[in-house]
């Protein structure tokens, strides 16, 4: 690059608050970005101005030494260092071990100077995460009793398929083992009693108490180009997803699930529009997803088709099919994007760590028995790989 082409403008960035959001203007000297007092696991998102310039440079301070950091940053633009140990996993992201209490940063806009704004979101972790769905099971659990390490068939047999379905077949595992298992006891919190868990992280971050307004685990694992169509085209990460091919016994077939984030509700109506998806196909289906398929996991609104996302669904949106989990006295309900959200106690607070999640919905297909049809679950993250859902 040649480097006459850009001026460059130092400045440093400042995050008081983990929990919060922060326009920061790079024009304006003498702010940086504090990390200091991350806990391991701990995530946030800085949303800059629009740069004046196509290039310009910002410090990270207070980094703990000998930590591990993840950063991303919005399309179209791109974080570089200089420093022996920052890292670009493909397009999925940027790991640096700390050395010093400050790393030297530079984020260049591909396009030129355009109308869009970067968004920077950031992870202390402990070590770059794989990105292979043979990664070790967790044992942590949800709720009161979750089982993570149940192999697939036997997984989709006890908790998904009841005698509405036979000859399961050709079952595969898009992401993290550590991102799917079961969940039974669930009745008195989600209204399901037993079932599968999917997450865009670990399904130990499900646990709760609700105690953390940005828990998350950015597994570095590809997105689904079904799930960014469900968004609006927006670029999806940390897919998890669970696919199979079933001969159902019966003319139609019905799922109940609940969808709960952690982007709820500081990052509602912000485009970080995580999504979850019931992609059938099979014998007389033509949809507009892959392999043909048509999305079954959408919101009962007459007349329109309305798929199940952060920004579809929430206390703003369809509130009537939305259930908002955060405590009295969190930091997050003085966000703009909060405004009127409900306060929450007791039995959910102590058991789920996200901040809000919609009511038992019913996911129904008419179909042909004892024709083969295949089904695909999936869940990403949106716009970034930072908060679970």
């Known amino acids: 690059m040649d480097m006459k082409k850009y001026r460059k403008l130092n400045v440093k960035i400042v995050l008081v608050l983990v929990s919060l959001t922060v326009f920061i203007n790079l024009s304006t000297a003498q702010s940086y970005l504090n990390l200091s007092n991350f806990a391991k696991g701990e995530s946030g998102r800085l949303i800059l101005d629009k740069p004046s310039i196509e290039e310009s440079s910002f410090e990270l301070c207070g980094l703990a030494p000998n930590h591990t950091y993840y950063l991303q940053v919005s399309y179209p633009f791109e974080l570089t260092s200089q420093e022996a140990l920052f890292r670009k996993i493909a397009d999925k992201g940027y790991y640096f071990q700390s050395v010093e209490s400050c790393v030297q940063l530079q984020i260049q806009d591909l396009q030129g100077l355009n109308s869009q704004t970067p968004v ?13 769905a043979s990664s070790s099971r967790s044992t942590d ?23 509405s379905c036979t000859d399961i077949s050709n079952i595969h595992l898009s992401g993290s083992y550590d991102a799917i298992g079961s969940f039974h006891e669930g009745s008195a919190v989600l209204g399901i009693e037993k079932g599968i868990i999917l997450s865009t992280g670990k399904i130990s971050n499900a646990h709760g108490p609700n ?12 997105g689904d180009d079904d799930i960014s169509l469900l968004s609006n085209n927006t670029e999806s990460y940390d897919a998890t997803i669970l696919e199979f091919d079933f001969v159902p016994t019966t003319d139609q077939i019905q799922f109940e699930y609940v ?30 997803f892959s392999n043909n398929a048509e999305n079954i996991a959408n919101l009962p609104v007459a007349g ?13 949106n369809l509130e009537e099919y939305y259930y908002g989990n955060i405590p009295e006295g969190s930091s997050q309900l003085v966000k703009s994007n909060c405004a009127n959200h409900p306060i929450q106690s007791g039995v959910s607070i102590e058991h789920i760590q996200f901040d809000g999640y919609t009511s038992v919905l019913k996911a129904k297909a008419k179909v042909i028995p004892c024709e083969t049809y295949h089904i695909k679950l999936a869940i990403g993250d949106v716009l970034d790989g930072v908060y679970d859902s």
């Open 120 to 132: 920077l979101s950031y992870q202390r972790i402990s070590e770059i995460p794989t990105q292979s």
């Open 141 to 163: 659990i949800f709720h009161t009793k979750i089982a993570p390490n149940l192999d697939l068939e036997t997984l989709i047999s006890n908790y998904f398929l009841s005698n």
């Open 211 to 222: 105690d953390k307004t940005n828990k998350g685990t950015y597994m570095a694992l590809d």
């Open 259 to 288: 969808f709960a984030s952690e982007e709820y509700c500081d990052y509602t109506n912000s485009g970080f529009n995580d999504a979850f998806g019931f992609f059938l196909s099979g014998p007389d289906i033509e949809g507009p």
């Open 304 to 316: 329109q088709v309305v798929p199940v996302s952060i920004d579809n669904i929430n206390h703003i």
